[in-house]
Nanobody, 126 residues
């Protein structure tokens, strides 16, 4: 099994920055891609960003492209999400995810990810 634990997040005013991180433990050798999803109140959970095993390939939702940066440090089994120029519409619970199946492309569908963190709240005020 793999456990994912997020940290970071919090509250910030629009235009500000926040970072969230996610540490994986357990059978981390099973992990390939990792990423982040988010869910705002009353909305569907949506893909935010993903990164492949080596960190050499990333993919972003159009809504965050150019503002968010995903990275990973395999030596620490950790994935990071740096969020800049935050907007009120970025307010959501952010979930870390990990995929135990290798794919040539980064998946954006939530059913493709086997492991999920408990989520961390990000609130952006106007």
């Amino acid at each position: 099994q793999v456990q994912l634990v997020e940290s970071g997040g919090g509250s910030v005013q629009a235009g500000g920055s926040l970072a969230v991180s996610c540490a994986a433990s357990g059978r981390t050798s099973r992990i390939y891609a990792m990423g982040w999803f988010r869910q705002a109140p009353g909305k569907e959970r949506e893909f935010v960003a993903g990164i492949n095993w080596s960190g050499g390939s990333t993919y972003y939702a159009d809504s965050v492209k150019g503002r968010f940066t995903i990275s990973r440090l395999n030596a620490k089994n950790t994935v990071y999400l740096q969020m800049n120029s935050l907007k009120p519409e970025d307010t959501a619970v952010y979930y870390c995810v990990a995929d135990s199946t290798f794919h040539s492309l980064i998946d954006t569908q939530k059913y493709e990810y086997d492991y999920w963190g408990q989520g961390t709240q990000v609130t952006v005020s106007s």
